[in-house]
């Protein structure tokens, strides 16, 4: 049940993240104000940086987990091989990602 709840809750959250958003943009529509003019490119690169970077934010917090770090011990030697390769394959995503954000935002911010 608590399973249920919890997903009730972060389903009531995405409801009211964009709730804001048409919020945000029905005041923009009504006022005239207009944002600055944004490089969505640039926008959707970071974006694409910031979630090949989750999983490595959360490993730590997943790792911190007494019930977790028990498994990982007992646990069966090629899963937990797949899970190191998964992260690896996470962490050189992004740097990759990163490094090519860097470089174009600061390639813009040159011009």
Do not use: H, N
């Amino acid at each position: 049940m608590a399973g249920v709840r919890r997903q009730a809750a972060l389903f009531a959250i995405a409801v009211a993240l964009v709730a804001v958003v048409f919020a945000v943009a029905i005041a923009q529509k009504v006022t005239g104000v207009t944002p600055p003019p944004v490089d969505f490119a640039t926008i959707m690169l970071g974006a694409i940086a910031v979630a090949f970077s989750l999983p490595l934010i959360g490993a730590p917090i997943l790792f911190a987990r007494r019930k977790f770090r028990q498994a990982w011990r007992t646990g069966d030697p090629s899963s937990r091989l797949a899970v190191l390769a998964s992260m690896a394959i996470r962490l050189v995503g992004a740097v990759v990602v990163w490094t090519v954000f860097i470089l174009v935002v600061s390639q813009r911010g040159r011009r």
